[in-house]
């Protein structure tokens, strides 16, 4: 940002409402109490404000207009400030500015989302031609107002990576420009992936993922990689992409039930692989094995999302 531009940023802020008034008046009325007696909410808000401006330099959104799109976009449920906390903010401003045509972010989002849609359609071997002719159609999607709606785009809400969220778009418009076509499609996946932990367990299991975290990731990782193409396809499409049992019938051109029965069989093998995997590496009594088993299946849904959708490893 240049000196003039800086400049009028902060003057800006200064004759405005504070961002902690901002937000407050966007979210809903219900929780408005809760809400506005929370410690430092003015900071948390700079915070993510400055966050965001960090990870987008050259994209600039007024802060109340920022603050308030975040607010409407929280869950109806729950506590307001544990959502915020977990919400993905500089994916949101960009979002954010893209909902409102800013060229800058639209350029932004060209520069670092397209190659998304092009590894989604890819995974599809779909023909250049039908390749760019989506691309298009998810473009105008996601940023084209259709009367008083804005572009789909105002519908992601920061619970995931933006990245997930828009191959996930690009899926289901190749989906329904197939269903329409009834263009055939083959589908390989040979990614290589490793797993993570989940929260909210109970003790036992808790204990056993922190015990064995490093172990379960190897084992996990080398098990994905056991696995052929379709099986990682099939893993991939329903929990990254959350495509259905009839949407991944439509991609291999099978029956629901066949799917079904694919998508069963592909997770069995990827927990039984696990398993034979982790076997190997502990020397733990046999009377374990039964609470490993849990753990695995326990994390296997979120491992799946983080890593078959390129989600940040914690280390």
Known sequence: MGPKRLIAYYVGVSAAASLAESFI?????????????????????????????????KVVVSPELFVGYVAQRLPDAGDVLEALASLRIPDLYLACACAHGDTRALAEFDARYVTE??????????????????????????????????????????????????RAVAVRTCLNQMRKGKREVLVENNQVLAGVSAAGDDPELAYMKEKYRHEFRASFQEALGMLVGREQGLLRYHYVDGLNIDEIGTIYRVHRVTAYRWLEKARETLVAKTLG????????????????LRMIRSQLHLSLVRYLGGEDKEE
């Open 25 to 57: 008046a966007s979210v809903k009325e219900e929780q408005r109490a809760p809400v506005s007696s929370a410690a430092n909410l003015e900071q948390r808000l700079a915070g993510m404000l400055a966050e965001a401006r960090a990870a987008w330099p």
């Open 117 to 166: 849609i092009d590894a989604a359609l890819g995974r599809m071997r779909q023909s250049r031609a039908t390749v760019d002719e989506v691309k298009q159609l998810v473009r105008q999607k996601l940023f084209v107002r259709v009367g008083d709606k804005p572009g789909k785009i105002a519908a992601y809400a920061g619970k995931g990576g933006l990245h997930r969220w828009v």
């Open 277 to 292: 995997q982790l076997k190997a590496r502990l020397n733990v009594e046999n009377k374990e094995f039964d609470s490993i």
